[in-house]
């Protein structure tokens, strides 16, 4: 069998090789790089990639809805924060923009065809 080489880390969002990693690093999945960055820069980009996360979803449930708007306000991490606020307001734009192509498309099928014997 196969054995996948390498170590993620949450972080940076990438899979690195073994030696990328300190001993304490494989524990907490945090690579040499990042373990120099600042707490406050490593939690912030921890926060941003969960919002990269969410941008592959095509629909946000009220869970994921309530966890973003929980990172918008999060004053603790600023950029963070505002990628979160950046994307509900994307998401809502786009909801609205669906919504809007979805009524059309109900006129439509309000004067169906007639149906031809
Ligand atoms: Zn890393």
Known sequence: MKKRHGHYCCVCDQFKANEKFSGRGHSTHICKVCAKLQVNERE???????ITFFYQKHRLSQKDREYLTKISKDAGHPKAAEDAK????DYDRERALWRELSKDECVITENPEPDTP
């Open 86 to 89: 950046s994307f509900l307001a």
């Open 44 to 50: 912030t980009q921890q926060l941003q990639n969960k």
